[in-house]
């Protein structure tokens, strides 16, 4: 009870202290007062209440008393003192009045338990101190009113005012031997609905980082800086040791062992020797008319800068086309047409204002054997200076060309060499070389395969089936296209049935405009042909068609005599001829 002195203030009921009760050394969660309802049990109620007003001062909370106004003394309080103990007379009871609540109260009652002030660390790690809680309002009412006092005993109430926590000064820490043991509070003190919500996190409190946060900074940057300029010097380094790593293939340097010697030259009978040989007179040529152009190959025939070539190379011309030469060591001129043949499918042409002309040999193609090793040189695809070898695969072998016209007057009968040496769509006119680097045959034509046939459109490369004129039979057509600018054709002076499909050449039954088919004193009415014979050998070689029979004739020279074989009536027959001239286109 209060005796109405202005003493210090004393605990009211709901802050006695209980009996064996400890100081509390922080406080504990918040509650409001205006939902709390005293307990039943005394003790309960005192031990509850006793935590904020018993504590020791911390840097959070402070409680300071206030004197209060004397109050005058009643003479006689309305009730008998209580032997059982009874809370002081103006407390609650079933006699008195519940005190008056307000909501929502932002200071915590006496006797609810307070939470400690944040403490945490600010983004740089530095400890700060819990956030200033706002002031009240002046017009604010006290958290809990004091209740009514009978009249003629009243006790004075020490005002407790809000008292800021200090902001700069780190909640002392509770001592754990020292935390009295508060037993569970009942279900309607661990919920209040009007309570005041715990303190934000506070992300950037404490003292300012510019006096410390800016060294921080500029250290910071500066270590980037460093990092930065030291990995560019050691990338730089790394990429120098890696490109001299990738050329030379280690940190050491590797010399594998080489051929010191001079490759010097190759033997003459070489691949390599025949075509050092050969190439330089050996050209291309590039041909263009009026509807149409093809590339070829030629060589040189003598200084006078006479080419050998292919009809069949030179014919896209015609009377005004141009010829263009270009020689193994890339320089051109340009060239015209001499003479040219078409039974025999060749051709000269001649460069003008050239110096330094290199002929090449011409060889003895009677002398050739099957198995000899040879050398073809020529512009397959336009590729100039391409070099092929491989063998006379086969002699004598006779094949005719053209025959684009229709009337057979562009086909051509050639008794020509067989090889297996690489010859393509390009390569014709260009020499056949032996092992002496000397022309023994003219490359004029190829067996294609049918999927490369030429009546598809396409041509063919290479199957190993290659043919060239003999030299002999071009060297006498050259000579003679270079002196006269025509070639003249052995002939025998018969007609031949060329749809017979008998075994061997059969003279036909008339000739041309129903005149006979033995020419009236030709080489063969002078022999003793007759028509309807049929010739099977010429000097001794089989002769299985009319083709056959011209080819063998055109490899010989007008004037050159012929043993000649027949069959007449099934009768075999002898005979022999001095072959004639003609004149060929």
């Known amino acids: 009870m209060d005796d109405g002195k202005p003493t210090e203030p004393k605990a009211k009921w709901w802050s006695r202290p209980a009996p064996g009760r400890g100081t509390s050394a922080a406080p ?7 939902d709390a309802v005293p307990p039943s049990d ?10 904020v007003t018993d504590a020791e001062p911390t840097a959070s909370a402070t409680v300071e008393p206030v004197t209060a106004e004397p109050v005058p003394q009643a003479s006689k309080p309305l009730h008998e003192p209580d032997p059982y103990s009874t809370p002081p007379y103006g407390g609650p009871g079933p006699w008195a009045p519940a005190p008056p609540v307000q909501r929502p109260v932002q200071t915590p009652a006496h006797g609810t338990p307070v939470p400690p002030p944040y403490s945490g660390t600010n983004g740089a790690g530095i400890a700060t101190a819990p956030a200033p809680a706002p002031a009240p309002p002046a017009d604010f009412p006290p958290a809990v009113p004091l209740p009514q006092q009978p009249q003629g005993h009243e006790q004075q109430q020490p005002h407790q005012p809000y008292q800021q926590p200090q902001a700069q000064q780190p909640p002392q820490q509770p001592q754990p031997h020292h935390q009295p043991h508060h037993p ?7 919920y209040d609905p009007w309570g005041a919500p715990r303190q934000p996190l506070i992300t950037n409190p404490g003292p300012p980082l510019a006096t410390d946060g800016g060294k921080r900074k500029n250290r910071r940057g500066s270590v980037l800086v460093g990092a930065l ?6 990338g730089g380094i790394g990429g120098g040791i890696g490109a001299y790593i990738e050329r030379n293939g280690g940190l050491t340097q590797i010399e594998l062992d080489q051929d010191e010697r001079d490759g010097g030259g190759r033997a003459p009978d070489s691949v390599a020797g025949i075509a050092a040989s050969a190439l330089p007179s050996v050209v291309t040529l590039h041909v263009s008319g009026s509807t149409e152009s093809g590339t070829g190959t030629g060589f040189v025939l003598d200084d006078k800068g006479h080419i050998l070539t292919n009809n069949h190379v030179v014919a896209p011309a015609g009377s005004s086309g141009e010829i263009t030469v270009t020689f193994s060591g890339g320089e051109t001129a340009n060239a015209e047409v001499v003479g040219k043949d078409s039974g025999y499918d060749l051709a000269v042409v001649k460069v003008s204002g050239v110096s330094g002309l290199k002929p090449l040999p011409l060889g003895n193609s009677d002398n050739v054997r099957v198995g000899d090793p040879v050398v073809a040189i020529g512009a397959p695809f336009d590729l100039s200076n391409t070099v092929t070898s491989g063998i006379i695969s086969a002699k004598d072998r006779p094949i005719t060309a053209g025959g684009e016209k229709g009337d057979g007057s562009d086909i051509s ?3 020509a060499l067989q090889t297996d040496a690489p010859i393509n769509p390009g390569n014709s006119g260009g020499p056949l070389v032996d092992t002496d680097a000397h022309v023994i045959g003219i ?5 294609a395969a049918d999927s490369g046939s030429t009546t598809e459109g396409g041509q063919a490369g290479s199957i190993g089936l290659g043919f060239a004129i003999p030299i002999n039979q071009g060297k006498r057509v050259a000579e003679e296209l270079i ?5 003249t054709h052995p002939v025998i002076g018969v007609t031949l049935d060329m749809k017979y499909t008998g075994d061997g050449a059969k003279v036909g039954p008339e000739g041309a405009d129903g005149k006979s088919s033995v020419t009236e004193g030709g080489p063969g009415a002078k022999a003793g042909i007759r028509p309807g014979d049929v010739i099977t050998e010429v000097n001794g070689g089989r002769v299985h068609s009319g083709e056959e029979l011209i080819v063998k004739i055109r490899s010989h020279r007008p004037g050159d005599r012929l043993d000649l074989k027949l069959t007449r009536g099934g009768k075999d027959l002898t005979m022999s001829l001095t072959l004639g001239s003609a004149t060929g286109t």
């Open 483 to 487: 002196n006269t600018g025509k070639a």
């Open 413 to 415: 009968y050639v008794d």
């Open 184 to 190: 569970p509070a009942p279900q309607w003190l661990q």
């Open 229 to 234: 300029l030291l990995a560019l010097v050691a």
């Open 28 to 34: 504990q969660e918040p509650s409001t007062v205006e």
């Open 42 to 51: 005394p003790t309960e109620a005192s031990g509850a209440t006793d935590a």
């Open 443 to 447: 490359n004029s034509a190829i067996r």
